[in-house]
C-alpha cells in the first residue's frame, strides 16, 4: 500500500534559515531513493517559522529504510537542535 508521510518542523527564534537550509539539502538524496515516489519541502506563507514535508512512498517499508539512510540521519541531527518541538512524522494513506 503506498504511504504519505507529513512532517512538520517549527524552527526556534533565528533559526528559520538553518531548518530551511537543512530541508533543501535532504530533499534532492531523498528524491533518489528507488522507493520515493515524490517528495517537497513547504514553508508556512502565514508562519515563516513552520515548515512541512510532504512525501509519498511506494510502501512503509521503502519510509523505513529512507529513514536509515546517511542523508536522512545526517538531516535528523541537524535540524531537531534547530526546531523547538520533537521530532515526528505523521504516516498517512490516502482516502478513496
Given at each position: 500500500?503506498?504511504?504519505?508521510?507529513?512532517?512538520?518542523?517549527?524552527?526556534?527564534?533565528?533559526?528559520?534559515?538553518?531548518?530551511?537550509?537543512?530541508?533543501?539539502?535532504v530533499i534532492a538524496p531523498t528524491r533518489q531513493e528507488a522507493g520515493c515516489l515524490s517528495i517537497h519541502a513547504f514553508r508556512s506563507i502565514k508562519d515563516p517559522q513552520l515548515f512541512y514535508i510532504h512525501s509519498h512512498w511506494v510502501d512503509e517499508a521503502a519510509f523505513d529504510n529512507h529513514v536509515s539512510q546517511p542523508h536522512t540521519v545526517k538531516f535528523v541531527e541537524e535540524v531537531q537542535p534547530l526546531i523547538d518541538h520533537a521530532l515526528g512524522t505523521t504516516r498517512a494513506e490516502l482516502l478513496n
Amino acid at each position: 500500500m503506498e504511504l504519505f508521510i507529513f512532517a512538520r518542523f517549527h524552527a526556534r527564534p533565528d533559526q528559520e534559515a538553518g531548518v530551511g537550509t537543512a530541508l533543501r539539502r535532504v530533499i534532492a538524496p531523498t528524491r533518489q531513493e528507488a522507493g520515493c515516489l515524490s517528495i517537497h519541502a513547504f514553508r508556512s506563507i502565514k508562519d515563516p517559522q513552520l515548515f512541512y514535508i510532504h512525501s509519498h512512498w511506494v510502501d512503509e517499508a521503502a519510509f523505513d529504510n529512507h529513514v536509515s539512510q546517511p542523508h536522512t540521519v545526517k538531516f535528523v541531527e541537524e535540524v531537531q537542535p534547530l526546531i523547538d518541538h520533537a521530532l515526528g512524522t505523521t504516516r498517512a494513506e490516502l482516502l478513496n
